[in-house]
């Protein structure tokens, strides 16, 4: 069939363009001896169910859009290195659920969300969130998502589309379109896919057969993590900027060679192993600490 690329295909062509193997290349020799273990991947429990927003189907989108416009840079550069969000015990992606489903309060609605974190005020999200980077960025965002009824017919949008039995890139470029400031900037739509990714999570939760075709390996913590078993080779002079903290300007060369690798080896590593795109990449988010002390790449961010 011809006519218009998927939103996917034009992320691929996008990182096919960006690649730069001189930069960072994918190992495919590293990849091919890989243990091909696909009985050992399960699908990414988000754990909405039992939770107040995972009341209702409506409820879980919203929380699922509202929680990944924020999903990113968990870290504040410092003099020597970086300091990890936290809220209460728990650092990163987890810390930032943790506080949202305090936020979020008893109702399967955002109403009690909106009316925390609607106003835009950078003052509401540092006093909800806790210390976290980009505070006004953030607020930005919220503010946007939050406006009016808009995140409840993203929601519904969201919900139906669903009932086809798939959700795609697609729907996560739609997304986009709808809320350009919090989701139209990463021309990789991480965080996009991610809520998209979230929403499949909670239907399956429920016991319903979803299929999702996304890509979600742009972001801080897949390169490190490829890095680290092989499948991606940095550049030496890259690898000691990564090592010394040296921040990485957001789409400069080296940070698209970054994004266009990671996402082209996830691709490569899925068809090997025999898994969805995003599985793979979920069991790589999910063993992120495994791989030690090599740091992850710092650029200053919104996309991820
Ligand atoms: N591929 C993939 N990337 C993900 C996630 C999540 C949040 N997930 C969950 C939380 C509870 C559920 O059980 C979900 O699993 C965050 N990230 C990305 O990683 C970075 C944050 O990393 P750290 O600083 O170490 O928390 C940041 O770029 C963020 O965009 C995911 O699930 N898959």
Redesign the pocket.
């Known amino acids: 069939m011809t006519g218009q690329p998927t939103a996917k295909e034009r992320i691929l062509a996008r990182a096919n363009a960006d690649y730069q193997p001189e930069l960072v290349a994918v190992d495919a020799d590293a990849i091919a001896r890989m243990p091909a273990r696909a009985d050992r991947f399960s699908h ?4 909405l169910f039992g939770k107040p927003a995972g009341q209702t189907p409506e409820g879980a989108a919203a929380y699922s859009i509202a ?2 416009s924020l ?5 504040t550069p410092t003099t020597d290195g970086i300091t ?2 936290h809220w209460g015990d728990e ?7 943790a506080a949202l489903d305090y936020a979020w309060g008893e109702e399967p609605t955002p109403a009690r969300l909106r009316e925390l974190l609607g106003s835009g005020q950078e003052q509401a999200v540092l006093d909800v969130l806790g210390e976290i980077s980009l505070a006004r960025r953030r607020a930005q965002f919220l503010r946007e998502v939050l406006a009016g009824d808009r995140l409840e017919e993203a929601a519904a949008e969201l919900v139906q589309a669903a009932g086809s039995g798939s959700l795609t890139s697609d729907d996560a470029e739609r997304l986009a379109r709808r809320f350009p400031m919090a989701y139209g900037q990463d021309p990789y739509l ?2 996009a896919q ?1 809520a998209v ?2 929403y499949a ?1 909670f239907l399956r939760e429920q016991g319903s057969d979803i299929d999702c075709d996304i890509t ?2 742009a ?4 390169p490190r993590v490829m890095r680290s078993i092989k499948v991606l080779k940095f550049a030496p002079a890259l690898a000691a900027k990564i090592d010394s903290h040296t921040l990485i300007m957001r789409e400069s060369d080296e940070e698209r060679a970054i994004r266009a690798a990671t996402v082209l080896g996830c691709q490569m590593l899925a068809r090997h192993v025999g898994v969805s795109e ?1 599985a793979m ?2 069991v ?3 063993n ?2 495994a791989c030690g002390t090599i740091p ?1 790449h710092l650029t200053i961010t919104t996309d ?1």
């Open positions: 990414m429990a988000v754990g929680l990944n999903n990113f840079m968990f870290w990890r969000y650092g990163g992606a987890h810390g930032l659920k991480v965080r991610l990714m979230w999570g979600v390996a972001s801080y913590q897949m995003h990449v979920n790589l988010w999910q992120r600490h992850y991820y």
